[in-house]
């Protein structure tokens, strides 16, 4: 009976432990770190506009200029984030993922009816609600996710933003391998996709993303982060080769819908990671309960307190009749000043890496300088990217490999923001080189993606999808980590999402009022006397079509490197300090109290066993003596 019952209780206790590990894990640091590669992934379809762009600009009948103004109210949906930012700093982030679900099932859902004919046609003004409604459930997925997680690993702050903003660069490959599993060729369905799924993702983890104490995971330790990193280049090496088959053979649904299967596995391969961290926390958690380290009990020697300085006279209160008389004429002028250098403290700016209000970060000269160079970098790769597809047409690229230039984009783009975090948070820490500097560079090797586009050198965009794709990836992560490093981290939400208000500037100057503009004006000098009917545009095809354009878009882009340099001097010093060091003393604070903690509580389970075994002992002998 007794073997029986010692069976019987162990395998209550494992039961007990892998319940009490199954609820680790979903309540871990990690399972929420899991959590957000799945929202980043399924929240770029902003990424992949230039897939379903030409259905919108032929079922309604835009020009190309119409097709740029949509264009721009997607970015400016996907970028001006302030209202999410403002959201989150006053409610928790589940409050901010459930607003963004409902507003990428609303937007887009009006998208597919609009191209499908199942409404009414739309307004122009309507179309561009529309879009810029869907698009800013990003910045929602953004705010509510990765600034949680910057949040939550304050110290791994460049490797987690290039992890996720990685998964983000991966989304519009892998939204392309999910509607042709599903879908077929059927362009206008991808919509439908892009619809529903980002909005369940976000729902089904709307608990999950929460703010935890901040752990101290420096990147020499973080092992899981570099799991993840592998994991991550895995599937982007699938999707590469995957895109690479598709060019030279055409699948068919059941061999797509293999490589969506795939697809799918790799994306859940962290979990993997995340039990196998959150089992190694639970095994030393145990440990410490089972065999908790003595107490030292420390006596210590009462403090010599010197005696407290004698206090000072007082002097007698002037009466009313000593007051001076001018006092009273200038109170008026004196409330005005106290007004004016109230103001005047009020923004001024603390040091760099210090919690600036959102006031003094956004009036800073530091501020403005990213912003401007953020305009000219993004500005000019993202009208690149939104502009792919016209770009294939006019230089008589085939419809194939208008999706490849697509999907290379978009894993190269994700290329750039892995090796942005990691590459610029490791040169940081062992070798103290600025991330505004190699910001710099990310924008000097852009310009070499635009001149190939601007001169049209034979099969030369695929060269150019790749720089473009690596170079826009790489500005943001670049972007928000320097944000969070210069300007600190109590209102981050808010002023990351600030960062983002320069892609869609960008976009307008350069890519309606540029790239759209002069599109344009040349096709219709391709087809002067023409009008279009039946839906149909005047296409423009020859080099002459963006050849201006991306030239402009070049000096835009050395001019905002220069720009750059300026951040990179006023920072200089700054970045040769330690600049995470009070958030390093702060994990360790919150690591030792959680640790006395546990020893404490250790001990007194072990005294309160000892009493329950000695209780329980006396029965025992009686039993067996009768």
Sequence with gaps: MVFVGGIVGATGGLRADAFRLAVQVIRGRWFMFFASFLIMAASG???IFSIYSNDIKTSLGYDQSTLNTLSFFKDLGANVGILSGLINEVTPPWVVLAIGSVMNLFGYLMIYFAITGRIARPAVWQMC???CIGAN??????TGSLVTCVKNFPESRGVVLGLLKGFVGLSGAIFTQLYSAIYGDDSKSLVLLIA????AISIVFVRTIRLMKAASVPYKTSKPFYCFLYISIALATFLMVIIVVEQ????????????????LLLLFLPLAVVVKEELKIFRQEKEALENPAPLSVSVEKPAITEPPPPEPKQVPATTPSTIPTTTTTTTTSTKKKSAISGVIDT??????GEDYSILQALFSIDMFVLFFATICGVGGTLTAIDNMGQIGQSLEYPDRSIKTFVSLISIWNYAGRVT???VSEIILAKYKFPRPLALTFVLLLSCVGHLLIAFGVSQSLYVASVIIGFCFGAQWPLLFAIISEIFGLKYYSTLYNFGGVASPIGSYILNVRVAGHLYDREANKQNSGLTRTDGKDLTCVGVECFKLSFIIITAATVFGAFVSLILVWRTRNFYKGDIYARYRAAAAATENGAAMGTVIAAGKEVEEDKTISSEVVVPNRDKNKS
């Design 45 to 47: 379809a902003t990424y």
């Design 129 to 131: 609600l529309y879009i």
């Design 347 to 352: 923004l001024k700016p603390p040091e760099r």
């Design 137 to 142: 459930s990003q910045s929602f997925a953004n």
């Design 196 to 199: 529903w799924l980002p909005a």
């Design 248 to 263: 030279r053979f055409s699948f068919s649904r059941p061999e797509s819908s293999i490589a969506a299967v795939i697809v």
């Design 420 to 422: 942005a975090g990691f």
